[in-house]
């Protein structure tokens, strides 16, 4: 079983919606991630929140608004996406913001924008 | 500049076969770090396995083992004894160990690996 659990699983959404993503870690990690990852590529790092900073911001457009309320949370916040921003969305935790600290993965959201 | 390549887009064999997937590396220092992960269909990202750049001794777990050579910036992947549920993509990826590279993960384009019953 995961520690790191996302919802929703899935989620349509239209372009001029507003929905968020959510993701808890059960495991004390300082550390939180999200990244997006199209298909039969790797994932691409958006945003670092350590020790719930936001201190890594990937020039990530502003529809997307990511939300740290408390050390086990992380939101992505989404307003006005495009179609192109259909992927799959992951979130992750670790120990700390360095290589020192393996990164553990959520199941992911499988958005599409219509 | 740092790099990570998976040649092997996709790999297929029979379960039972052992298989190894190629892992190649470049950086400029001399202390990063170097990550396996699995993808299953699923979705989810599972790490396997992490080694820093003065730890050279191959690891093993179980059918998995891990072969890092500094002097060919290699660190392949072998899966003994195949199995169905080996089937996934798997990525290998670089992070330097200094604060400037923002300790990202450099992954590589990933190996999706068959594996036939």
């Known amino acids: 079983d995961t520690e790191v659990t996302q919802t929703p699983k899935h989620l349509v959404m239209g372009m001029t919606n507003k929905k968020s993503l959510k993701c808890e870690q059960h495991m004390g990690h300082r550390a939180m991630y999200w990244y997006k990852q199209k298909a039969k590529k790797p994932p691409e790092l958006m945003f670092v929140?350590?020790?719930?900073?936001?201190?890594i911001n990937e020039s990530v457009p502003s529809r997307f608004s990511p939300e740290c309320p408390n050390s086990s949370l992380l939101n992505l916040h989404l307003h006005a996406l495009q179609p192109e921003d259909s992927a799959l969305y992951l979130c992750?935790?670790?120990?700390?913001?360095?290589?020192?600290?393996?990164?553990?993965f959520g199941p992911g959201t499988r958005l599409t924008v219509t | 500049a740092q790099k990570v390549t998976q040649a092997q887009t996709e790999i297929s064999v029979v379960e039972k076969e052992d298989v190894t997937l190629d892992c190649v590396y470049e950086t400029r220092d001399t202390t990063y770090y170097l990550f396996w992960y699995k993808q299953p269909p699923s979705g989810e990202l599972v790490f396997l396995i992490r080694r820093n750049s003065f730890d050279e001794q191959n690891e093993i777990s179980g059918r998995y083992s891990w072969n890092f050579q500094k002097s060919t910036s290699s660190f392949n992947f072998t899966i003994t004894a195949s199995q169905v549920v080996d089937s996934a993509v798997y990525f290998c990826a670089l992070s330097e160990a200094h604060p400037s590279s923002n300790y990202q993960l450099i992954w590589g384009a990933g190996t999706k690996l068959i594996i036939k019953p």
């Open positions: 992750a935790s670790g120990g700390g913001p360095s290589p020192l600290y393996e990164q553990y």
């Open positions: 929140y350590s020790y719930e900073k936001l201190s």
